[in-house]
């Protein structure tokens, strides 16, 4: 268990709806970063957010949001859901930023009919 | 641009043999981050390793060790005696001192251990 908690563990929508994906780090971790995982694209980097800002941005498309709150758990907003938005999305934490490790959530499987 | 290349895609072993997984590296920067995680048929992504890229030494933890050489920009990764719990994904990953500062991850390479 690495500590950093996602929910749901799965959901299953219709194209056109929007969904929202929780992740809460582990204690003590001030990064929050957000991947995608789908069979075409591999693993790819989303979006970081640090202490409530966002830090770094990655291959996120423009329907697609985050945030990060002030007791550090995130959200990442899905809009406008397409078939081939059907993946895997991991949260990830670290105590700080790129140089330390992430420690990856369980992960949410969307899956868009 | 940083670039992770792991050109197994898919490795089958019999239990006990011992198995090398290859990552080679591409990046500009003298200052980097190298890791290993597992992914078991459950989908979550377990952190095995991490190294930096000012610290050659290769590491051994029980049945797994990793050679890091930066003259070949490679990050290997042995699994000794081959167990059928090792069956996974593994994927090597890299982050950098500038550009994204986020992880690059490979494809990965599927290890099935046979009983």
Not at chain 1, 13 to 19: E, P, S
Not at chain 1, 36 to 63: H, M, P, T, V
Not at chain 1, 88 to 102: E, H, K, V
Request: hydrophobic residues 30%; glycine residues 6%.
């Amino acid at each position: 268990d690495s500590g950093v908690t996602q929910t749901p563990k799965h959901l299953i929508t219709a194209t056109g709806q929007r969904v929202t994906l929780r992740c809460s780090p582990r204690s003590g971790d001030l990064s929050v970063y957000w991947y995608q995982q789908s069979l075409d694209q591999g693993l790819q980097f989303l979006i970081q957010y640090y202490n409530g800002e966002e830090r770094a941005k990655g291959n996120i498309l423009e329907r697609f949001s985050a945030q990060q709150f002030p007791d550090l758990h995130s959200e990442l907003n899905l809009s406008s859901l397409e078939l081939g938005d059907s993946a895997l999305y991991f949260c990830a934490s670290s105590p700080r930023d790129y140089t330390d490790t992430q420690y990856f959530g369980p992960g949410t499987r969307l899956t868009v009919l | 641009a940083q670039k992770v290349t792991q050109a197994q895609t898919e490795i089958s072993v019999v239990e006990k043999e011992d198995v090398t997984l290859d990552c080679v590296y591409e990046t500009r920067d003298t200052t980097y981050y190298l890791f290993w995680y597992k992914q078991p048929p459950s989908g979550e992504l377990v952190f095995l390793i991490r190294r930096n890229s000012f610290d050659e030494q290769n590491e051994i933890s029980g049945r797994y060790s990793w050679n890091f050489q930066k003259s070949t920009s490679s990050f290997n990764f042995t699994i000794t005696a081959s167990q059928v719990v090792d069956s996974a994904v593994y994927f090597c990953a890299l982050s950098e001192d500038t550009g994204r500062r986020a992880l690059t991850f490979g494809s990965g390479t599927r290890l099935q251990v046979q009983p």
